[in-house]
C-alpha cells in the first residue's frame, strides 16, 4: 500500500452494460505463495453484483505463473529463460481458472488468447463469436495470455495491453484495471509525499504517461506505465476506463454502487463512431456481396443485418472475416450502397444466397450465424 497525503474521493462511475476487468497476479498471489482469496473474494463478490444488476463481466486474468510457481515450490527470477516461465504458466493455468470457478456461481471460460490471435481478422472474428456466445450463455470467460506458445509475448504488462485489446473485441463499454494503489497521481507517490491524485483525465498525455514507473511488484510483470498504455489503447477504440485499487473491499463495494474511488480516463470518441469510421475508411477485399433491393431497403431503412434470403450472390474470391463492399443490383445497374465484415466467404455466400438462415446449416454442413454482414458491422457508404 502507498501512503500519500492527499485521498482520492468519491466519484460516478460512467454507464456500462458489458465491461473487461484486469486483475493482475499482484492481486491474486497476495503473500507470494500461489493464489489467495484475499483480495480476490472481494472481487468476485464485484462480479456477482454486476451479474446481478443484469450486466457482463469479461475477466482478464494474469497469476498463471505464480499458480505453477506454488506448485513447483520455486519463484522464477527476472531472468528467468522464457521456456522456463512459460512450463509455470502451463502448470498453474489448470489451477487459475479453478481458483476463478471457485469463486463465482456462473461457469466460468478458459480462454487463452496471444496477439496473434487478434491481429489476424479471422481469427479475431472467431474469437469475438465465440466470446459473445459464451456470454450469451451467463458463462464467466476468463481471459489470459497464451504464454506456453507465445514467444515475445511474455513480457512486462502484456496483461494490461491485452485487457484493453479484449475490450475492443467484445465491445465493451469499460475497462476496469484492478491494481494495488489507489490510482495516478501527478507524481510517483513512493518518491513524494506531497503526489497528489489524479481523479479525472480527459486525454491521456505523454507527460503523463511519463511520471508512471516500471512494475511495483514480485509477483506482477507490469506497473502503472503499461495501464496507462492500456487505458490509452482503449479510448483509441472508444472505451473509457477507471483505475482503482483491488486491494481494498470497500472501494469494491462501491464500485457495486457505481461509484469510483480512483481514476476515470476518458475515451476520446465514441465507441460507435471508432467503429463505424474503420469500416467506412478501411480497405476493402477486391469483389462484394451483390443484394436484391429487399436487402437495401432493409439496411438502409431500418439498420437491419444482411441476411442471405437477400443476396443474389458474391463477386471475387474473398474469406471469412473479409471487409467488402455491399453492391445493390436492380433495373438501375449495380452500385456501391455500404461496406462491412462478412461472416462468410465468396464462395459459402453463393452456396446459400437467396436461401433462409436457418438452411446455411443444411447447405454449408456448419454456420457461423444466420447473418452474412451483422449491423454492427455494417457501415452505410
Avoid at 473474494?41 to 482478464?60: L, M, N, P, T
Avoid at 495470455?145 to 463499454?173: C, Q, R
Amino acid at each position: 500500500m502507498i501512503a500519500a497525503t492527499a485521498r482520492f474521493s468519491e466519484q460516478q462511475l460512467p454507464p456500462w452494460r458489458r465491461a473487461v476487468l484486469k486483475v493482475g497476479s499482484s492481486l491474486l498471489a497476495a503473500n507470494g505463495g500461489g493464489l489467495s482469496t484475499q483480495y480476490a473474494e472481494a472481487i468476485a463478490k464485484f462480479v456477482a453484483a454486476s451479474h446481478a444488476a443484469g450486466r457482463e463481466v469479461v475477466i482478464v486474468s494474469s497469476g498463471a505463473v505464480a499458480a505453477g510457481s506454488a506448485i513447483l515450490r520455486e519463484q522464477p527470477d527476472s531472468g528467468a529463460p522464457m521456456a522456463e516461465r512459460q512450463a509455470l504458466a502451463a502448470l498453474g493455468q489448470a489451477r487459475l481458472t479453478g481458483f476463478w470457478q471457485s469463486l463465482v456461481t456462473r461457469p466460468v471460460a478458459q480462454v487463452l488468447l496471444t496477439h496473434d490471435d487478434l491481429r489476424n481478422r479471422r481469427r479475431y472474428l472467431n474469437a469475438r463469436t465465440t466470446l459473445a456466445t459464451l456470454l450469451r450463455h451467463k458463462a464467466v470467460p476468463v481471459i489470459n495470455e497464451n504464454d506456453t506458445v507465445s514467444v515475445d509475448e511474455l513480457k512486462l504488462g502484456d496483461n494490461d495491453n491485452l485487457a484493453a485489446i479484449v475490450a475492443a473485441l467484445v465491445d465493451a463499454d469499460l475497462l476496469l484495471i484492478a491494481t494495488d494503489i489507489d490510482g495516478l497521481y501527478d507524481a510517483d507517490p513512493r518518491k513524494h509525499a506531497d503526489a497528489r491524485p489524479v481523479e479525472v483525465v480527459a486525454q491521456l498525455s505523454a507527460e503523463l504517461i511519463s511520471i508512471a514507473g516500471g512494475s511495483g511488484s514480485a509477483v506482477g510483470t507490469g506497473g502503472m506505465r503499461t495501464k496507462l498504455e492500456a487505458a490509452q489503447r482503449a479510448s483509441a477504440s472508444g472505451i473509457a476506463t477507471v483505475l482503482f485499487n483491488g486491494t481494498r473491499a470497500e472501494v469494491l463495494e462501491a464500485l457495486s454502487r457505481d461509484r469510483l474511488v480512483g481514476t476515470r480516463i476518458h475515451a476520446v470518441r465514441s465507441r460507435v463512431a471508432v467503429r463505424k469510421h474503420w469500416l467506412q475508411n478501411a480497405m476493402t477485399e477486391p469483389g462484394g456481396i451483390v443484394v436484391d433491393a429487399g436487402a437495401a431497403n432493409a439496411m438502409i431503412e431500418k439498420g437491419a443485418s444482411l441476411l442471405p434470403g437477400g443476396v443474389l450472390g458474391a463477386e471475387g474470391d474473398f474469406r471469412r472475416g473479409d471487409l467488402v463492399e455491399v453492391l445493390l443490383r436492380d433495373e438501375r445497374g449495380t452500385r456501391r450502397i455500404a461496406r462491412g465484415i462478412s461472416q462468410y466467404s465468396a464462395e459459402d455466400i453463393r452456396r446459400v444466397a437467396r436461401r433462409h438462415s436457418n438452411d446455411i446449416q443444411s447447405v454449408l454442413g456448419y454456420n457461423y450465424g444466420g447473418n452474412i454482414i451483422h449491423r454492427d458491422d455494417l457501415a452505410l457508404t
